[in-house]
């Protein structure tokens, strides 16, 4: 039997985790939490503010990267648990190796936010900076990871031994708003590699996932081709299907030539199939 709460059960050894994790926290002077409002920072900025209060607050980037709603998402997130919010400005654009949609650009990204973060952790008198990186991210390729490590980052999730489903079921149990989200990576990886990244090209992507989110259809990926072309990744391709006129409306209003429709269905990484060797001229 484990814990009960509000007639929701945890497993024992998962709360334990829990309480690991707000004793790790507590053990700090005060911390900075890298917070996107995802499932994984959400539980990580709860447990921070459950051990520190108001010396705990959770830092949102502001970036062409990432859908607008994603940080009004954040706010509201932040708003629940009752920690201070702050957003900063991060002009991902301005990194060459971001703009280009290098192969390295996930590595470039993390070493350019956490200086920011760090920087403005200083100048605030906060301590330590920690993230939402957890077990189950050791299953898979985070070169973000190396940057985090040599910037001195912590991944307190990590060190309580925390992985996606107890994240999940901790959520639940806790009343965490949004703990059945799915992730939502940022938006480069709607682009090969070596594609230029705008702000324009960008935000394309982005009012075009809302849009069809709005339909109905999550988890939707809008993959940008060059023409432009789009590739609609979505877990009902049939339902996309069936909906055609409308989905083709939506896209070519946002400016793409050509609308295709994934028939495999939505999976995690399919820009990471196109060979990473820079295009011939």
């Known amino acids: ?147 985090s490590d040599e910037d001195g980052v912590g991944h307190p999730l990590l060190e309580a031994l925390l992985g996606r489903n107890d994240i999940r079921e901790l959520s639940r149990f806790l009343g965490l708003e949004g703990w059945e989200r799915t992730g939502s990576p940022c938006l480069a990886t709607r682009f090969p590699p070596f594609t230029a990244l705008s702000e324009e090209a960008l935000r394309r992507v982005a009012r075009s996932e809302t849009a069809l989110r709005a339909l109905g259809f999550a988890p939707v990926r809008v993959r940008s081709l060059p023409g432009p072309f789009a590739v609609v990744e979505t877990g009902d391709p049939s339902g996309l299907v069936a909906r055609r006129d409308r989905v083709v409306r939506i896209l070519k209003e946002e400016g793409f030539m050509r609308v295709l429709i994934d028939l495999e269905g939505y999976e995690r990484g399919k820009m990471g199939r196109i060979p990473r060797g820079r295009p011939s001229p």
């Open 1 to 147: 039997m484990g814990d009960v709460r509000e007639g929701k059960t945890i497993r024992p050894e998962v709360f334990g985790r829990f309480e690991a994790l707000v004793r790790n926290l507590a053990g700090r002077e005060s911390v900075v939490v890298l917070f996107s409002g995802g499932v994984d920072s959400t539980l990580l900025a709860h447990a921070a503010y459950t051990a520190l209060k108001d010396r705990s607050v959770a830092l949102t980037f502001r970036s062409p990267l990432e859908d607008p709603g994603e940080v009004r998402m954040a706010e509201a997130a932040a708003l629940c648990i009752g920690i201070r919010h702050v957003t900063v400005g991060s002009l991902d654009l301005s990194v060459p190796e971001i703009a280009a949609n290098r192969p390295d650009r996930c590595y470039a990204c993390r070493k350019h936010r956490d200086a920011l973060a760090l920087e403005w952790a200083r100048r605030n008198g906060y301590e330590v900076l920690v993230d939402g990186f957890s077990l189950s991210d050791l299953e898979e390729d985070r070169p973000g990871k190396k940057a």
